[in-house]
């Protein structure tokens, strides 16, 4: 289930490089010759739908996403693409692609052995099901804002914020994506984002991962109260370097399985 309140493009692609690389590097390791046709599931303001557009120039695109905002963001930034609001949960669609491609996005999907069959319904024959998902429950932040949500001050409030977003091992994408397709590669790359302050880390967190916390404070000053709450937890697990930078390691789970 995702929140009620709607993304904020401008906040979110403040770090458009950070977020943008992972979708550039997908996208490198998907073997499918001239795709004919590609969907980008939950393709946000445009970034990773135009990596796709970037490296295949022939191929008809789509970006679809579940938020009004992202898709109007997305066709403000690249008017030449197509773009869809819809939710990849409910989408009816008879129309079957030679890639699918979905970045940084399943993780705010529950049910993602039903999300998986029913994309692979979707795909040709001779095509990929390529996805990437941030390893983000095992990472100190996201337990540094769990730590946080349920302390004695928030936890009535946000407590139960977490359960907002869905994560799964590798084993579990090999196991329910195996059986359905030819063959499957997965790799997990950690990017080291160098950050200049720990406030930093905050603001990059803030349009994802602590979003759904932020959603369920009824007024700005406890919205501003939760982040420095949140600052001071992130200034104890990722310590300064010595020129003041701070290291800020973001793992992803990639996997590809063609049909
Ligand atoms: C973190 S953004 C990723 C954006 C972009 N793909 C990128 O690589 O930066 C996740 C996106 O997934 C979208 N999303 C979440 N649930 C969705 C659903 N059920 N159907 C379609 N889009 C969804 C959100 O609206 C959001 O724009």
Redesign the pocket.
């Known amino acids: 289930m995702?929140t009620n309140k709607?993304?904020n493009?401008e906040l979110?692609l403040k770090f458009?490089e950070e977020?943008?690389q992972?979708?550039r590097d997908l996208a490198a390791r998907i073997n499918v010759e001239n795709p004919e046709n590609i969907i980008?599931?939950?393709?946000?303001?445009?970034?990773?739908?135009n990596?796709l557009s970037r490296k295949w120039p022939e191929s008809e695109i789509i970006?679809?996403?579940?938020?009004a905002s992202?898709i109007e963001s997305a066709r403000n930034n690249y008017p030449d693409i197509k773009w869809k609001i819809?939710?990849?949960?409910?989408?009816e669609t008879k129309e079957k692609y030679d890639i699918i491609f979905?970045?940084?996005?399943?993780?705010?999907?529950q049910n993602h052995e039903k999300l998986i069959r029913d994309l692979v319904k979707m795909l040709n024959d001779n095509s990929a099901l390529a996805v990437?998902v941030p390893l983000y429950h095992n990472m100190p932040i996201s337990q540094a804002i769990e730590r946080v949500s349920l302390s004695k001050k928030w936890k009535k409030q946000t407590g139960r914020a977490n359960e907002d977003f869905t994560f799964h091992s590798s084993e579990y994408y090999y196991d329910i994506l195996s059986g359905k397709v030819k063959s499957m590669s997965m790799w997990i790359t950690s990017y080291f984002h160098i950050m200049p302050s720990h406030q930093t880390i905050v603001e990059m967190i803030k349009s994802?991962g602590m979003r759904t916390f932020l959603d369920k404070l009824d007024t700005t000053e406890e919205k501003i109260e939760f982040e420095k709450d949140v600052l001071k937890e992130i200034t104890k697990v990722y310590p300064a370097q010595k020129n003041g930078n701070v290291l800020f390691p973001f793992k992803r789970l990639f996997f590809i399985g063609y049909k």
């Open positions: 995702t709607d993304w493009p979110y458009k977020r943008t992972p979708a980008d599931v939950g393709c946000g303001p445009g970034n990773s739908t990596v970006g679809i996403d579940s938020s992202m819809e939710d990849v949960t409910k989408m979905s970045n940084a996005t399943i993780q705010w999907i990437q994802t």
